[in-house]
């Protein structure tokens, strides 16, 4: 696929060039809608257009998302860091890719992931819940509230 | 030649660690200090010096259990869940150092039963005393409650999760019984998945150079996760199904409590309860100083006939808990 920014052909600028905004590259295409979810861009009124299953020398597939005008604060990408580890965030202005960032987990996550423990009080009172990062790889997060570890197959995201 | 050895050792390892709780005495200011107003909610909650200090109170107070610390303070015992032993354990505890108690002992008496959340229990509560006691079925109830709280909180027991008064005994009761809690051989017996007790325990315990042995059925495995901590912290520790394979290695025998609810398969759960029984001649070749722990109920795991054995401790274990727990209150409360 082609990732120009170079603004020169019109057809590929409608569909994929953005002027100026965020592209979020290499996502696990079966996370792509959690990436959404996670960053509320359901919320966004600009333009942003969806990618997914195209091919990836280092991830066999990947997904992609182009987000017109908006940057994000370096927590606001931290907490992608949950489902796309290996995700890269290109920050475009005028055309041109800037800044290239990528994701990093972070030590705390805070409200954007239920508990996965039925018994734990997060479950029962109105609780934020907030999960510490206890190993990187795979990722695996402490309840600070009922203590139990859990890996990314219980990650279910508020 | 071997006997004096031994007694050569056992001075040794007094001398120690009466060199070792003198320091600690030593820097007790700090760590009272420190402890002031302090929730305890999970063992971890406390440093190594921390625990080993009120070990030392505990010690005291054994000594001199009666003394007018509390005077014109107020605690709470909260029990969301039902808890006789535990609750009259604090309440002894604050009532012999001459403090008052309030409180309730199940929900159906408290005003939870009309929808009130523990947030608001919590909070109200907290402008009525200096300390709230709190056991809960849902687990981390008491790290919540401690976030919100105006006073300190001590965990009594949060549905799985914690009991770390419960493991400060335990560790008392080790300490007493082997004169140490360094280099000892701990083996636990039962349900060691779902046992909240022994994940205490083992954490606590791992401080010390412990060497574990872990006796259970297949189901009742140790978790993964506990065996792999103690991996990284390069400690020994051997599995087996058998209680016989392990015993006579043993200087403290931990038994839990086995329980039908745990066993998925019904059949697999009368196939095993008669095995994890603690009999008396069981007990022929294990060591002298070998002693056993049960943090209790007991259903049948420990057969009657070992009450009356000199290695069965876990009634005077009970008691222990009294001391610790009032070493507990008044170092968070500041009066110690
Ligand atoms: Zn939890």
């Known amino acids: 696929m082609s990732c120009s920014h170079s603004g020169k052909d019109k057809t590929q600028l409608q569909v994929n060039a953005i002027r100026e905004g965020t592209v979020i590259d290499h996502i696990p295409p079966q996370n792509l809608f959690k990436v959404i979810s996670i960053l509320n861009l359901h919320k966004i009124t600009t333009q942003i257009t969806f990618g997914t299953n195209f091919d990836s020398q280092r991830m066999g597939k990947k997904a992609l998302i182009k987000i017109e005008g908006v940057f994000f604060t370096q927590e606001e990408i931290n907490k992608i860091a949950l489902v796309a580890p290996s995700a890269k965030l290109n920050l475009i202005k005028n055309y041109e890719v800037v800044q290239k960032l990528p994701v990093s987990i972070p030590d705390k996550v805070s409200g954007i992931i239920k508990c996965y423990n039925p018994n734990c009080v997060t479950n029962h009172e109105k609780v934020t819940t907030l999960f510490h990062v206890v190993e990187n790889h795979p990722i695996m997060l402490k309840c600070h509230f009922c203590e139990k570890v859990m890996t990314e197959e219980h990650f279910i995201f508020i | ?336």
């Open chain 2, 1 to 336: 030649m071997d006997k004096i050895k031994f007694i050569h050792t056992t001075i040794l390892r007094k001398v120690y660690l009466c060199y070792a709780f003198e320091c600690v005495k030593n820097a007790a200011n700090s760590f009272a200090m420190n402890l002031k107003n302090r929730s305890l909610v999970s063992i971890t909650d406390f440093s190594k010096e921390e625990q080993l200090y009120i070990l030392s109170l505990a010690q005291d107070f054994e000594k001199n259990p009666v003394r007018n610390l509390l005077e014109n303070r107020v605690v709470a015992t909260l029990f969301f869940e039902p808890s006789t032993r535990t609750r009259l354990s604090f309440e002894s505890a604050v009532s012999r150092l001459g403090g008052k108690i309030i409180g309730f002992s199940d929900v159906a008496s408290s005003s939870m039963t009309k929808g009130e959340t523990l947030k608001d229990t919590i909070k109200i509560v907290s402008n009525y005393c200096d300390l709230i006691v709190m056991r809960h079925y849902l687990e981390g109830a008491a790290r919540y409650a401690s976030e919100i709280s105006l006073v300190p909180i001590v965990n009594a027991g949060d549905g799985a999760n914690q009991h770390p008064t419960q493991t400060m005994l335990d560790m008392y009761s080790i300490y007493k019984t082997q004169g140490t809690l360094d280099n000892l051989k701990i083996l636990m017996v039962g349900d060691l998945k779902y046992g909240r007790t022994v994940h205490s325990l083992l954490m606590a315990m791992s401080q010390f150079n412990t060497t574990f042995y872990f006796v259970s059925p297949k189901e009742l495995m140790m978790p993964e996760e506990y065996k792999l901590y103690l991996e990284k912290l390069k400690l020994s520790y051997y599995e087996h199904t058998d209680l016989n394979e392990y015993i006579g290695e043993a200087d403290i025998v931990y038994m839990t409590r086995v329980q039908k609810e745990r066993f998925s398969d019904p059949l697999e759960y009368e196939k095993t309860k008669n095995v994890y029984i603690l009999r008396s001649e069981m007990l022929k070749n294990t060591k002298p100083n070998m002693r056993i722990l049960h943090p209790l109920p007991r259903v049948n795991e420990i057969d009657v006939e070992v009450d009356e054995h000199e290695k069965a401790y876990y009634f005077a274990q009970a008691q222990n808990g009294l001391y610790v727990r009032q070493a507990i209150i008044t170092s968070i409360l500041g009066v110690i």
